[in-house]
């Protein structure tokens, strides 16, 4: 079946620049997740939404970055004001409950002149 | 604070030989662990997880063992082929936020033909 996928794959924009990246998780998978992986590190976990509603948003960096999942399904992360240090490949993760494994997306790769 | 460590940043074996890569942890907390396999330009897939009520899981080529009492993990590929040529990511979540992976730095596995 599918996997995670995520758009767009890679996204180039400017200091100060808004920016929205895609995530479709797996069909029926409930539960999605968003973590940052900068270069040379593992990733980092950002925020985990259970059906509609953000969980656990305790690992957004700040208050420039916002995720949705209006229905349940597709999400976007939402960066405001981007800055240079946001610079990093964001990863999409879902499973099909909250104790359940998780299955990533190919990742967005984010630069920001 | 970095909770999850992986000290080596990279390995080569020959091929056929066995692969062993080493993760240690300092949360006392942590009861869940799991490998997940990242090749370029691609999300990290899931290997093989264990919890920790056992001391030894294994999936084919792979098997995972948990020492609790030194706080490690390693993960054994036997016998190691050139597909298995990737960065190797430890990961673990606490009984409190099981969703909330914690992720080491990578180690990059060559297999060597």
């Known amino acids: 079946g599918a996997g995670v996928s995520q758009t767009p794959s890679n996204k180039v924009t400017e200091k100060g620049k808004y920016v929205e990246l895609r995530c479709d998780p797996i069909s029926g998978h409930t539960a999605l997740y968003w973590y940052r992986q900068s270069l040379g590190q593992g990733p980092e976990f950002l925020i985990y939404?259970?059906?509609?509603?953000?969980?656990?948003d305790s690992g957004l960096p700040n208050d420039r970055f916002f995720a949705v999942r209006p229905e349940g399904s597709v999400s976007t992360l939402k960066i405001q004001r981007t800055e240079r240090g946001d610079s990093a490949v964001y990863l999409c993760?879902?499973?099909?409950?909250?104790?359940?494994?998780?299955?990533f997306g190919p990742g967005t790769r984010l630069l920001v002149l | 604070d970095q909770q999850v460590k992986q000290n080596s940043p990279s390995l080569s074996v020959q091929e056929g030989r066995i692969s062993i890569l080493n993760c240690d942890y300092t949360n006392s907390m942590f009861d869940y662990f799991l490998w997940y396999k990242k090749y370029p330009a691609e999300g990290p897939t899931f290997l093989i997880s264990?919890?920790?009520?056992?001391d030894k899981n294994e999936d084919g080529r792979f098997t995972v063992f948990l020492n609790k009492s030194a706080k490690h993990l390693s993960l054994h590929i036997v016998p190691s082929q050139p597909g298995d040529s990737a960065v190797y990511f430890c990961a673990a979540s606490a009984a409190s936020g099981t969703y909330k992976y914690i992720f080491g730095t990578g180690t990059r596995l060559k297999v060597l033909a």
């Open positions: 264990i919890s920790s009520i056992k």
């Open positions: 939404f259970q059906g509609t509603g953000a969980a656990d």
């Open positions: 993760a879902s499973s099909l409950g909250v104790q359940e494994t998780q299955y």
